[in-house]
C-alpha cells in the first residue's frame, strides 16, 4: 500500500521568512495530493491540492509542488505569519475520491 | 468548499459504555465517507469507508464489532464506539469526498473522545 514520508516533524522560521514541507510518497498510482493545516483541536483544513498531471500549483503564498518521476512533492510558504503557525500534514491517494495516506505531520512555528 | 459537520465535538464516557458519533455533509451528498482515528500528537489513520446502502470496510486491525458504522442516508453516517476503553480516547475525525465534478476532500471538524 501506499507509505507517505514526511519532513522535517518540526520547523521554526521567522515571521516574513519562507517555510518548505517535503514529502514522498511510494505508490506509483497515487495521483492526488493535498496538504492540510490542523490547528489545535480542530479537524484538518484544506489549503491546497495539486493532481498529477500538474507540476506545480499557487494560491497567493501557499505554492505547491509535484515531481512525478521522483515521487516527491512539497509546500512552500511564503511571507510567513505568525498564523501559519500549526501543524501541516500532507496526504495521497488514487483520486480525490479514495481515501487519504497522510504523512506524520509537520509542526510549523511562525516566530514573530 | 463543501462542509462536513460532526456530533458531538466532545464526549467523555464511562468505560463499558458506548459512544455514537454523527457525520453530515451538509451541501452535497455523499455515497462514501471516511473514518479516521487521530491519537495525540500523530497523524491521521483510516479505520473505515462507510457507504451508503451497503457494509462499511474496515482497515486491518480495525474492530467491526466494536467501531459499527452505519451510513444512513446520503447525507449521514454514524460511527458506534461500542463497550468503550480508554484506550479508545482520541480524535474521530470524518471526511467526505463530493463525487462527481469536486475531486478533493473536506474534513469534519472532528470528536474528542475521552473515556474514563
Not at chain 2, 486491518?60 to 458506534?80: C, M, P, W
Request: charged share 20%; proline share 5%.
Amino acid at each position: 500500500g501506499e507509505n507517505v514520508e514526511q519532513h522535517p516533524s518540526t520547523l521554526s522560521v521567522q515571521e516574513g521568512d519562507s517555510a518548505v514541507i517535503k514529502c514522498t510518497y511510494s505508490d506509483s498510482a497515487s495521483n492526488y495530493f493535498p496538504w492540510y493545516k490542523q490547528e489545535l483541536g480542530k479537524g484538518p483544513q484544506l489549503i491546497i491540492d495539486i493532481r498529477s498531471n500538474v507540476g506545480e500549483k499557487k494560491d497567493q503564498r501557499i505554492a505547491v509542488t509535484l515531481n512525478k518521476t521522483a515521487k516527491h512533492f512539497s509546500l512552500h510558504i511564503t511571507e510567513t505569519q505568525p498564523e501559519d503557525s500549526a501543524v501541516y500534514f500532507c496526504a495521497a491517494s488514487i483520486t480525490g475520491n479514495t481515501p487519504l495516506v497522510f504523512g506524520k505531520g509537520t509542526r510549523l512555528s511562525v516566530i514573530a | 468548499g463543501a462542509v462536513v459537520s460532526q456530533h458531538p465535538s466532545r464526549v467523555i464516557c464511562k468505560s463499558g459504555t458506548s459512544v455514537k458519533i454523527e457525520c453530515r455533509s451538509l451541501d452535497f451528498q455523499a455515497t462514501t465517507m471516511f473514518w479516521y482515528r487521530q491519537f495525540p500528537k500523530q497523524s491521521l489513520m483510516l479505520m473505515a469507508t462507510s457507504n451508503e446502502g451497503s457494509k462499511a470496510t474496515y482497515e486491518q486491525g480495525v474492530e467491526k464489532d466494536k467501531f459499527l458504522i452505519n451510513h444512513a442516508s446520503l447525507t449521514l453516517s454514524t460511527l458506534t464506539v461500542t463497550s468503550a476503553h480508554p484506550e479508545d480516547s482520541s480524535f474521530y475525525i470524518c471526511s467526505a469526498p463530493p463525487g462527481t465534478g469536486r475531486r478533493t476532500q473536506y474534513f469534519g471538524p472532528g470528536t474528542r473522545l475521552t473515556v474514563l
